[in-house]
Every structure is written in C-alpha cells, then in structure tokens.
C-alpha cells in the first residue's frame, strides 16, 4: 500500500493553484492526486480521488470554502482540511468559522505580486510542519488494529515521571495533587487551540474570579475574530489585548496575531504590554515570552494551562514560573484529545505537569480550582 500523503488543491486563483500544485509536487512523500477552482467541483473529485488531504481556499464563486468544508467534513470525515486564506478582516471571520466547523489549521497567503519564488518558498515554510502531522496520522491510521467499541474514557488526571537520559518514560497515574486557588490563568495554545480554547473557556463559564490571558499561535488580523467568537461562544469577556489593557477578574486578554504579549506592574496596576521583538520558538506571540514575564514580575500564585500545539512553546515559560513562583501549579492537554501533542508533551516530558487531562475535562477543572 502507498504511504504517500495524496493532496488536492481547491483555489479559484490560477496563480494560487500553480504555486500550489508545483509546492505540493516538489515534496517527497506528497502527492498532487487533483485541482479544482471552487468548492462544487472540488466535492466532485473528492468522491473519485480520496485525497488525505484537502488544502482549500477560503474565498471562492459558486461554492466558498467555508460550504465546502461542512460538506467534506458530513460527507468525508476522514479526510483532513487545511485553509487557505489571504490577509483580510472578511476572510478572517470566516476562517475562524472554518477552524470551528472542523478544519485542522489554517495558512496564509503570501502576496503574489512579490513573486512565484517569494511566495511558493512563504507557503512551503507554512505548509511544511502540517503536511509532517498529517502524513504522522496518516500512518497511525493505516497501521493501528480496529478498537473495539468502549465506554466513552473517563477524566483521568496524570502526573508524568521525569524522563531520565532525554528518554521520556511512561507517564504514572496519581490521584489528583491539592493544588491551591490560582491569582492568575495562563493558556498557551498552536495548531487546534482556537477549537480547545473555545471548550476550555465553556466550560469554565462565565464569572471567573482570575484573570485570564493566553497566547494563540496565529497571524495579526485573525486574533480579533478569534476573540470575538470565542467570547460569543463562552458568555465570557474575551478581548484581543491592548497596549496597558489591565488585568481583570473574570476577563480574558488574548495575544493580538504578530505581538508578542508580556505582563507589566505599571504604578502597581497589573497590565498588559506590547512588543514586537523577535520570534521566539519561531512565534511572535510565543508562550514562553508571556509565562517567563510573569514568572519574573508576578507575585501571587499561578495557573498555566498548556493545550494543542506544534513545537514546544511553553515549556520553558513553565519551567521558569516554576523556579521563580512556588504557587505554580500546570494543567496539560493529554494525548489523545490534541490535534497536535507537542506542546504538551514537551512540558510533560520535562516532568513539569501537574495534572494532564482530556480537553473536555479542563474546563470544569479550572472552574473547581478557581472557585
């Protein structure tokens, strides 16, 4: 049986389409199996191709992105849908509803007036780390062995042994640690979060007695969007944060896209500051920026909540309020309910967590420490 990874290009752009298609045929492992120039047709050759993997533009005529997504996602559940979008306020709402109706990530468009070489190098580097997950699931779904039907898992709470070596050793199950009420929540979140954000945040409901910040992996223009549906989704005060936007009880600051977000004691008011330093862990904002500012300048005790993600943004920001504050306890998104488990796994295999829970367990929990 083949192994590779067979994509189908769905773009309205011709120019798109070709930078596109020449990416995906230059990958090792990745095979271009169709095209199509909107979402009707794209249907069409998906029940005669079977792709893996669908990567579809946002904005298109006769069927969108965002119908053509639901279909492909009620009429072909195992195939995956990575967007396609360009940078605009419009296309940003609509990909938030896409991410939301179940497309794995999204990626934007680079501007292809600066070039097909600017722009097909812009895509590849997007694209690469994603077309590497899903090629990951892709084999574990070819080689993994029926599971018998179960009741549906129980919350577990976990506790990981530091790994010894560089070697991660299995994680030892352990009752639940008395960890004490949190001055502070802090949320890290990548590829999947803004679909773990939104029910993390439900089910901690509104009337939260902490403030709230997280940083979202995600480009400027998208984090506004995001803000406003997950605040539409959770009955929680949810704002994209501002320059000196001060840390209120209850409500949530979210990391504006291309900023990088770091805590502040401004004349003894707690706030937010912006800054547009260089990338850390390849992102601008990074997790590791916001958690080690606190570990420096905060001085009640801390929440840090790391959830789906690439990469390892985060870990280091945990370890630092762990060192810095005592009252740092660590809440990490388990295996199996991440879209991507790198970010977790990164803290757990650092022997940094707390406790580590399915996604629909993590809301109610915060709610119970934060009572």
Same mark, same amino acid.
């Given at each position: =049986?083949?192994?590779? +990874?067979? $994509? =189908? $290009? ?11 298609? &020449? ?9 271009? @199996? ?8 794209? +249907?069409?050759?998906?029940?005669? !191709? ?25 009429? /072909?559940?195992?195939? %995956? ?6 940078? *605009? ?8 509803? !896409? ?6 990530? /999204? $990626? ?8 097909? #070489? ?9 694209? +690469? ?15 993994? %062995?029926?599971?018998?039907?179960? &009741? ?34 802090? @949320?890290? *979140? ?5 679909? #773990? ?18 940083? %979202? ?11 406003? %549906? ?60 916001? /958690?080690? *500012?606190?570990?420096? &300048? /905060? ?23 762990? &060192? ?13 309910? !991440?879209?991507?488990?790198? =970010? ?16 629909? #367990? ?10």
């Amino acid at each position: =049986m083949s192994m590779s +990874l067979k $994509v =189908m $290009v769905v773009d309205d752009s011709l120019t798109y389409r070709s930078i596109l298609k &020449r990416l995906v045929e230059n990958l090792a492992g990745v095979e271009l @199996i169709a095209t199509a120039s909107n979402g009707k047709i794209a +249907l069409a050759k998906i029940a005669e !191709c079977q792709p893996d993997l669908v990567l579809l533009d946002v904005t298109m005529p006769e069927m969108d992105g965002l119908t053509a997504l639901k279909r492909i996602r009620a009429e /072909f559940p195992g195939v %995956q849908v990575v967007m396609v979008s360009g940078l *605009s306020r419009d296309n940003a709402d609509i990909v938030m509803q !896409c991410l939301s109706s179940g497309a794995m990530e /999204f $990626v934007t468009k680079p501007i292809a007036s600066q070039g097909m #070489a600017s722009a097909s190098a812009a895509l590849r580097k997007e694209l +690469l780390p994603i077309l590497n997950i899903v090629v990951a699931k892709l084999l574990v779904r070819r080689n993994k %062995q029926p599971i018998p039907a179960s &009741r549906p898992r129980p919350a577990q709470i976990t506790k990981p042994t530091r790994p010894a070596s560089g070697t991660a050793q299995p994680v030892a199950r352990a009752p639940a640690r008395a960890l004490r009420k949190p001055d502070l929540l802090l @949320i890290g *979140s990548s590829t999947g979060g803004p679909v #773990a954000l939104a029910q993390v945040l439900k089910g901690m409901g509104p009337g939260m007695r902490v403030p709230i910040l997280i940083v %979202q992996h995600m480009p400027p223009v998208f984090t506004a969007s995001l803000a406003a %549906q997950l605040e539409r989704s959770s009955g929680t005060s949810v704002k994209e944060a501002e320059e000196g936007d001060e840390l209120v009880p209850g409500n949530v600051l979210l990391a504006p896209g291309g900023r990088h977000m770091t805590f502040e004691n401004t004349a003894g008011k707690p706030v937010v500051a912006l800054n547009d330093s260089p990338r850390v862990n390849g992102c601008r904002p990074a997790v590791d920026v916001l /958690f080690g *500012s606190v570990a420096e &300048r /905060f001085p009640g005790r801390v929440l840090s909540l790391v959830l789906t993600g690439m990469g390892q943004d985060g870990a280091n920001g945990v370890e630092a309020l762990k &060192r810095q504050n005592g009252g740092c306890a660590c809440i990490v998104q388990d295996e199996a309910s !991440c879209v991507v488990y790198g =970010m977790p796994r990164a803290v757990n295999e650092r022997g940094l967590a707390d406790e580590v829970l399915p996604l629909e #367990a993590i809301g109610d929990r915060i709610r119970q420490l934060c009572a």
